[in-house]
């Protein structure tokens, strides 16, 4: 689809170094090598920089990036999260790693409905570039941003990164959902619930109500809670299938940021007094062992409520 690519070349190329060879890194790389940037990749177990850059894309793991950046000094340039989950132990999103670790304010994330796949076909999607610094914001979207690529820049940074983390648990919901033949009634419902608990939970994680309602949540909720794509959806559907949690993972053989971010959600962030149904019940799904038919009857058992209670 080269005809909806960008128009022009930028007024100035931009080096981006881009931590991370894996399916989003690639797909980032490729955007903004089609915009005119000179991107180049390092590995994650590199302890130098092999030479200057003007931004660093993550584009690995969320449970690898300590490690990662403890082995090398940091780069006195902005850095821009390219991953969506929550630290174990922690509950740290990608930023606040990067800040606890090297010290960095510079902080970007980008984040919403982008299947690595569809984006390397040169399909047309449309994302959120996030800073609290709002010209860096301004900057990442002017770097990613094109015809087939619409980037949009919000201040809202943990808005834009809890949505991230957050769909991945509960697109393992919705994995489930499908895997047990539940019906689309009941996906759309349990979907629908899925995006009032997390815009609870980021609210009370310093989010921001209409970022939840964007791109980055309810956007990439739909995506990854209905799409056989997704892998914490695949993820869901297999243990819907009987299919045991190792041999799932096994299965898929990639990341699943779901499973990390259940157990930072229930272990490491204050949020024990927030209803939060179906990220506790896939939770004890899991990491408890919990039969999964049980699972959905407690959640549809429980007291009838007010819906925006
Ligand atoms: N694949 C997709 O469509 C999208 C993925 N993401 C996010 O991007 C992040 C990376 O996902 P993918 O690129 O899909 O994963 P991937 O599994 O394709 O690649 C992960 C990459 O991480 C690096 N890596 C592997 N083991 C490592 C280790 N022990 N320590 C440090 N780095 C290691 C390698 O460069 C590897 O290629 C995740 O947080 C994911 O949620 C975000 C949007 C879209
Ligand atoms: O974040 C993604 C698309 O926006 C990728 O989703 P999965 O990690 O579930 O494959």
Redesign the pocket.
Known sequence: MNEIGPREAPERSTSVCIL??????R?AGAILTENGHTTFFV??TLTAWPRRFELLCL????Q?IR??LRRLPAPAVPVLS????LEIRTGFRVTEIVRDVWGTDRLAAL?GP????EIQQGLPAATVAASQDEALAARVQQLFHNRRFRVYRSSDLAGVEIG?ALK?VYGIAGGLCTGLELGENASASLLTRCLAEMTRLGLRLGGRAETFAGLSGLGDLILTARSRQSRNFLLGYHLARGISLKEALARIG??V?GVPTAASVRDNLAVADIKKPVADEIYRILFEGKAIRRSMLDLLEREAAPENG
């Open positions: 991370g060879e894996g399916r989003w890194g797909a590995h994650h584009a690995i793991p969320v690898h490690e990662t390219l991953g969506k989950g984040s982008n299947f690595a796949a991230g991945n990639s990341v940021e």
